[in-house]
């Protein structure tokens, strides 16, 4: 019976870990993929990518420093679950180390609300431990000094026995601006401190942009610390610094500080943003088309149902096979309609994805060369005569179709999704404008033919050759590196092997051989 009551809301109040959203916990990323609202501080924003993308996004800031901030928050989370709603307050770090979760968890427990707190980790242990820097070792003292800095915002140091922090034998670990980490620095020489203890300030930790700052305690409290500047970070004090000469990793990979544009389809762009992130680079994505339904989806259907009456299936694109096999999923055949059908793979991602499915192409092409393809075929017997049906995205034409006719064959030419261009007034697409113009991005990537001409577009095709001279442009393949061609630019980088894995590869091999230093 409905009793006209509001459901129960719940806040689940998540640390989204140091900065990496891959960090985050796996009870906390279930939490965040069902919530209804997120509520989340600034730094924890790369979370988001988590979040559901229908549910409202509330940006409260910075960590709360003034309590009727704090308490505005507090009431938003509450009202937000007294609608029945579940509500993920995500927070840098952990939200009970050196921030106000406990503060908002005790204002739900007064207001009857119930909640759950999901620990994340300590942004003083994830970025130390990136920046190669343990903050216990055997030999290291036996003792963690965690200091409360940043979240005042303030450039006065904390109010502790300084006299007594200098006498603890093992790590110091302060949240703090840069400005903060200088004064934090010459408290501890005033206060006694060693000048040749080792200090390490960490910033951007985890991210793709992390840098870290070494040496003794006296050079990084000097005028003019390369430290002093805007922003969070981390402070460590200890002996535990000069394993960072040998422990170092995360800012040792191969692309680590290059930023890697990707204009792959949102759809598409993971695998390759992933694999770019997992060397180092910064992926910025910006989307140059999205995928829509073709305009006969019924045609896809028909073709889908009738598979066992055409001799050759040749699939233009991974994302071609996902949607001719959803189509014979939706329909009364299987996977065995293929039957005795020979099957052609236009592209190594292409055959790939028809593995995921249990099929094995008969013929595999590097890429989409209308003549050789054509070849190819005849080579395994008479194309004249032959049932064939061609599946592909509407941007890549009907030019295969055509000398499949005119080698004899019977064709049926199937778009089973059309790509659909993005707009180029997007803030993704504006900020990569800003920064190829001022040559902060070191590469830019093109999965496709039809990305290069889109990415042109939304730039402005004036002045398309003119910004992309200042970077390296990366093809696919040569008929990408063509298309860019075309348009007066040269690929720089085109792989052996045609695949988003050749093409980061072949990012590797060049930058290895001409390195950048990293901003």
Known sequence: MNTGEKPQGRVFIIGAGPGDPSLISVRGLRYLASADVVVYDRNAEPALRWAPPDAERIEVGAPAEKDVAQDAISMLLA?????????????????????????????????????????GIPAAFGASAHAGVPVTYPGGGDAVVLLRGQEDRTDAPPDLDWDALVKVEGTIVCYAGGRLAVTILRELLAHGAAPDRQAAFIYDGTMPGQRTQTGTIEALAAAGSPIAHEGPGILVVGEVVNLRQYLRWFDERPLFGKKIVVTRSREQARELVDLLEDLGAEAIEAATFKTAPPEDPEAVDRAAASIDGYDWVIFESASAVERLMDALARGP?????????????????????????????????????????????????????????????????????????RRGAAITDLVVYRSVPETSESEDMQNVYRQLLDGSIDAVTFASATAVGQFASAIGRDAFADLLQKTVVAAIGPVT???????????????ETYTVEGLVKALVEYFALSPKEPR
């Open 79 to 119: 009202e937000k679950a007294r609608d029945g709603q579940r509500v993920a307050r995500l927070k840098w770090g952990d939200a009970f180390v050196f921030d106000s979760g406990a503060k908002e968890a005790l204002f739900l427990h007064e207001q009857g609300i119930p909640f759950e707190v999901v620990p």
């Open 333 to 405: 055949r299987d996977i065995r309609a293929f039957g005795r059908v020979a099957i052609c793979a236009i592209g190594p991602s292409t055959a790939d994805r028809l593995g995921i499915h249990g099929l094995k192409p008969d013929v595999t092409m590097p890429e989409l060369r209308v003549e050789v393809v054509g070849e190819a075929l005849e080579a395994r017997g008479p194309v004249d005569g032959q049932r064939v049906l061609i599946v592909r995205p509407d941007h890549l034409h009907d030019h295969l179709a055509k000398d499949l006719v």
């Open 481 to 495: 590196a063509a298309a860019a061609a075309e348009l007066g630019i040269t690929a720089q980088v085109v792989p």
